[in-house]
């Protein structure tokens, strides 16, 4: 029988998901878990980059699993575990940190932004935050990485960290390939379209919680930054439209349509009704999504059994490449 290609992914419970993290990434695992062995985890680790609040870090890491349950990925198909459980990802971390350039991690989009969004903090956790990436992809010897756009960086550096390596000691890791989705890859920020939706945007009239009351998610809506053009086109390359856009594209993921298709059903309605009609399929399309964390975030047990096996599991896969790399750079391993 041919194996299944390999994925690994995973948010940072770093605040409470939006539906830039669904769309752009979660959402996507869910259809993956049929035709490939999927590992997803929760990225404590990279998540103390930036300060975070102990009791708040270890609530959020349980509710992003109950979350990502409740969206669709099934235990029993997919792997899902805490990165901090398996020490193998700071162990690689080490010697791939070794392999790669200050120079390389300068260039970094989300180093850049997240140092001056945090100037008084600037450690070097947050400069090897993609080696820490790096090596939490290629101990799986994953073929497969569905993130958003803003990570496709962080993956590229993964790639050629990788390559260089295996130059040097022969076929050790699998190169990976990013994949993206179709739509939905940048979900923007409802109040500055042309950036990304963050859920660690001070403002929270930008972003769309997936915890947000149904209310709330509708008013976040209809109150987006769009243009005073009033016409409902998808032109994706001007900026100007960038909230029209943004609109279009969040209807088109949440009614499984496509943005032109949307645009082409409202072309002629007002922005009011418009906004209205996608508030109504964003809080429709989370509502199961809801009641189904509220029950499982309520089962403690039910989760702590999960990640613990999870945690076997991977570490099962990861310990048979670190113990190679570990054996090609000279430490003795028996
Ligand atoms: P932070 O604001 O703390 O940096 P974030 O909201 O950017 O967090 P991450 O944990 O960094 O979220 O990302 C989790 C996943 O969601 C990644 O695959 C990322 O590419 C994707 N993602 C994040 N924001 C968006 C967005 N606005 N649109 C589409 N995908 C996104
Ligand atoms: N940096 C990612 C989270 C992340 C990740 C990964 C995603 C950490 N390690 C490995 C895919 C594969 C982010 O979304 N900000």
Redesign the pocket.
Known sequence: MEEKKRI?????PSGTITLGNYIG?IKNWVDLQNDYECIF?M?DM?TITVRQTPAELRKRTLELMALYIACGIDPEKSTLFI?SHNSAHAELAWVLNCYTYMGELQRMT?FKDKSSRHADNINAGLFT?PV??AS??LLYQTEL?P??K??MQ?IEICRDVAQRFNALYGDVFKIPEGLLVKSGAKIASLQEPTKKMSKSDPNPKGYISMMDDFNVMAKKIKSAVTDSEGVIEYRPDDEAKAGINNLLSIMAVMTDSTPEAVAREFSGQGYGTFKSAVAEAVVEGIKPIRAEYDRIIADKAYLQDIYKRGAESAARIANRTLKKVYKKVGFIVD
Do not use: N
């Open positions: 690994f992914s995973g948010v940072q990434a985890a990225m990279h990165q989300q935050y820490l990436m939490d992809i990485v993130v958003g803003d990570q962080h």
